[in-house]
Structures are given as C-alpha cells and as structure tokens.
C-alpha cells in the first residue's frame, strides 16, 4: 500500500539500489521516487514456496515422533533483537521443556551460526540449519517463538502462532 504522505527514503544502508519482492513492489518504490533500474527482484525466501511447504515431512526429515507438537524457536543474529529472543527460548524451555507431548526445535540464524553467538541449547532440543526446511517448520508448528520481523507473513500466511520477541518499548 502507499499513503499519500509516504516518500522514497531509499534503501537501507545507503545503498542506491533494492532487493524487492515483485514487480509490484519494484512498481511501488519507482512511483515513490526510486529509479526503476535500481529495483531489482528478487522475490523472498519467507514467501516464495508458500504452496509447497506443507508437502515437507518436517517430523521425519528431523526424527522427531509424529504425536510431538512443534515449538520452532527462530534465532536472530541483530543485537538488539537476540537477546530478547534469546530470554524468550530460555523461559519457554524452562516452562515447558519437559512435555513430552512438544519437540522444541531451534534454527539458528545464518549469521548466528557465522559469528559464532548461537545460544547453547539443552539436550533434548533439535537444532537445524537446514533452509530448506524453513518453510515447512514455520507452517507445521504449533507455535514459533522469533523476531517477527522475517517469520510474520508466513505465520500469518500458514495461520501459524507465534510469540514475538521483540518488545513494544
């Protein structure tokens, strides 16, 4: 959507160029000011395959038993994010780390995992970096515990739950 008082503010970063979504995104920024060769389209991990995710065993792939309801914890990497997202993953496992019933599953964030501030996680937890299997977790979850920021459009998408991290203040 655009807004009569919206404006071209740029890219993040400073950079002259975006990353965007479609060609109606590319179409929005170009009508807000940005150049059209400076858009470029790139679609979105959190959106393309939308369709195909449910089709993933994500209980098999990651030997979880079948009757264990998911509790996907997303990391992330932004300092002011992690460590409210890490409080996050602590309290839930503290609270229901022992249900036999739930499988907590962690996915780190790739940059996570590059500088080397991944949380340590309890036995019993699931850990995977596979990508692949990012969409499928977030739709056959019970419940993410993230930073909203990447994981809200395909939890919505999926009607996924989730418990954002990242506090209003």
């Not at 019933?101 to 996915?107: E, I, M, N, P, S």
């Not at 995992?113 to 991944?118: D, E, K, L, P, W």
Request: charged share 15%.
């Amino acid at each position: 959507l655009t807004w009569p008082w919206l404006t071209y503010r740029g890219s993040m970063m400073g950079c002259n160029a975006n990353a965007v979504w479609s060609e109606v995104c590319r179409d929005i920024n170009v009508g807000l000011g940005a150049s059209a060769e400076g858009q470029i389209i790139t679609g979105s991990p959190s959106l393309d395959g939308l369709d195909t995710a449910g089709d993933a065993d994500v209980h098999a792939a990651l030997g979880i038993e079948p009757h264990r309801r998911i509790v996907l914890m997303l990391g992330s990497h932004r300092p002011p994010v992690k460590s409210p997202a890490d409080a996050l993953f602590r309290a839930a496992l503290e609270a229901f780390g022992n249900r036999d019933d739930l499988a907590f599953v962690h996915k780190p964030h790739p940059v996570e995992i590059s500088q080397r501030s991944v949380l340590t996680m309890p036995e019993g937890v699931v850990t995977t970096t596979d990508q692949d299997l990012y969409l499928p977790l977030v739709r056959h979850a019970a419940v993410v515990l993230s930073p909203a920021t990447s994981v809200v459009i395909p939890a919505l998408a999926y009607r996924t739950p989730f418990v954002n991290s990242i506090s209003p203040d």
